[in-house]
């Protein structure tokens, strides 16, 4: 039996504003803590490049570059990876043809 996947959908995030960068980084963390987990498919890896973005956009991370440049890093990889299991989703899809 698998532990149940924690989807957080994209309105209950809220703006970015609304929620503090300790709770956006949290709920990543859950994310990705779920995706390591063996949870791979790319609805996850997207909603973690998601969740990242939102902490990039938080205005309390202005004037911490260390922190930008750490959650920059993060993105980029997870962008990667969102991008490698898509393709992988879409050539198992793909028929093959016969000859």
């Known amino acids: 039996m698998q532990p149940e996947v924690i989807m957080f959908e994209d309105n209950s995030i809220g703006a970015p504003k ?17 995706f390591i987990n ?40 997870w962008q990667t990876v969102t991008n490698l299991l898509l393709e992988r989703k879409t050539a198992r899809q793909q028929p093959v043809a016969a000859h």
């Not at 609304?18 to 779920?34: E, F, G, K, N, P």
């Not at 990039?56 to 990889?77: G, K, N, T």
């Open 18 to 34: 609304s929620r503090d960068v300790a709770q956006i980084h949290a709920a990543t963390c859950v994310l990705m803590t779920q």
């Open 38 to 77: 063996g949870h791979h498919n790319p609805k996850l890896a997207h909603l973690i490049v998601q969740q990242l973005g939102r902490l990039l956009s938080h205005p309390e991370l202005e004037h911490s570059a260390s922190s930008r440049d750490m959650y920059l890093q993060l993105l980029e990889h």
